[in-house]
């Protein structure tokens, strides 16, 4: 069993092929890999500021 953030590590942000690994629904995947590029989005916004 692979886990969400091995997929998204190996396959990027393609849904389809996240999805086909984890067994779920492309639209499930497509939540889960926003959340996740929002996180590392947010993560760098703030690692922005802290050098400004």
Request: glycine share 6%.
């Amino acid at each position: 069993m692979i886990t969400f953030l091995e997929a998204f590590t190996k396959y990027g942000p393609d849904v389809e092929r996240i999805a086909e690994a984890l067994g779920i629904t492309p639209p499930e995947a497509d939540r889960l890999v926003s959340r996740e590029m929002e996180r590392r989005y947010q993560a760098r916004i703030r690692g922005e500021r802290r050098r400004a």
